[in-house]
């Protein structure tokens, strides 16, 4: 409906309206909680993850520098 030209919507449009974006607020509501948890769990996997990583790289590290050192000492006889 227009009023001088302006769009007006009703009262039963706006309250339907309303109740509409209450039930999709009500449904974020209820599945939230249970998306925190998935993100809180990957979080902690791929923290677990990196752990790992770095441990495989630092043995590595030491590998390299092992090879390094052989390396010197051959290059010095």
Same mark, same amino acid.
């Given at each position: 409906?227009?009023?001088?030209?302006? /769009?007006? =919507?009703? !009262?039963? *449009?706006?309250? *339907?309206? !309303?109740?509409?974006?209450? !039930?999709?607020?009500?449904?974020?509501?209820?599945?939230? /909680?249970? =998306?925190?948890?998935?993100?809180?769990?990957? *979080?902690?996997?791929?923290?677990?993850?990196?752990? $790992?990583?770095?441990?495989? !790289?630092?043995?590595? @590290?030491?590998?390299? @520098?092992?090879?390094?050192?052989? *390396? =010197?000492?051959? $290059?010095?006889?």
């Amino acid at each position: 409906m227009r009023v001088v030209g302006i /769009p007006v =919507q009703s !009262a039963q *449009g706006l309250i *339907g309206g !309303a109740l509409a974006d209450l !039930a999709a607020i009500a449904r974020l509501a209820r599945i939230a /909680p249970a =998306q925190l948890e998935r993100i809180l769990e990957l *979080g902690e996997e791929m923290a677990s993850i990196g752990q $790992d990583v770095l441990e495989i !790289a630092e043995r590595l @590290d030491g590998r390299a @520098d092992a090879a390094l050192a052989l *390396g =010197q000492r051959l $290059d010095e006889r």
